[in-house]
């Protein structure tokens, strides 16, 4: 079985610093990608960015990039110059490759809001 | 591109009542349909993953009897929550993978709050 955790229900931080939000876990598998999904208050999920554990290079995607150590199974998300539109829900998820159907195992969120 | 649809997008019915929820992927064709389930101010739980075709494969702990999953075309799968009662009330997402997809990435539609009463 898949576990994530995230263990920051709760963060606040003003308009323009950055912040990262923590995440590990927990899986068997040799193959997954792991990803960071926003949710915000309409509750439609937006994919953040996403990392292929057989990728050693860290994902970035503009202001939004991940510190990915394998071997610790840590999975922090860092958005740099934050905006007040990155106020939401942040779920990181795991999803292992194996036969290609499983489904994701999200964590139970951080609620970031982002302070004017 | 990459657009998935669910309808509705709110529901309430009575207890003991059936409702149906639809999942659909608009611009590609998905072999591959998941729903999820999601209570106020919480995570996201995987109930089932349904495949073009086939039946569906329930997590565990989830009613395959109570949540019907039909997935009749490659754009369409269907959640029906059968006999409803007031705990049923939750956030129903459904996503899609395109088989082309090569990070397996799901696209998610925009839920639906399914109220019992």
């Known amino acids: 079985a898949q576990t994530v955790t995230q263990s920051q229900p709760e963060m606040s931080v003003q308009e323009a610093e950055t912040v990262t939000l923590s995440c590990t876990y927990d899986?068997?598998?040799?193959?997954?990608?792991l990803f960071w999904y926003k949710q915000p208050p309409s509750r439609q999920m937006i994919l953040v960015i996403r990392q292929e554990a057989y990728k050693q290079q860290n994902a970035t995607e503009n202001r939004f990039s991940v510190n990915f150590q394998k071997a610790a199974k840590s999975f922090s998300l860092k958005i740099s110059d934050s905006q007040l539109g990155d106020t939401a829900m942040y779920f990181c998820?795991?999803?292992?490759?194996?036969?290609?159907?499983?489904?994701?195992?999200f964590g139970k969120g951080t609620h970031l809001i982002i302070q004017p | 591109g990459a657009v998935v649809s669910q309808h509705p997008s709110r529901v309430i019915c009575k207890s003991g009542t059936s409702v149906k929820i639809e999942c659909r992927s608009l611009d590609f064709q998905a072999t591959t349909m998941f729903w999820y389930r999601q209570f106020p101010k919480k995570s996201l739980m995987l109930m089932a993953t349904?495949?073009?075709?086939?039946?569906?494969?329930?997590e565990q702990g989830v009613e395959k009897d109570k949540f019907l999953i039909n997935h009749a075309s490659l754009t369409l799968s269907t959640l029906t929550v059968t006999s409803a009662h007031p705990e049923d009330s939750s956030f129903y997402i459904c996503s899609a993978r395109a088989p082309t997809s090569p990070s397996y990435e799901q696209y998610f539609g925009p839920g639906t709050r399914l109220t019992v009463t």
């Open positions: 899986t068997s598998e040799n193959n997954y990608y």
């Open positions: 998820a795991d999803q292992a490759k194996g036969g290609g159907a499983d489904g994701l195992t």
């Open positions: 349904s495949n073009e075709g086939s039946k569906a494969t329930y």
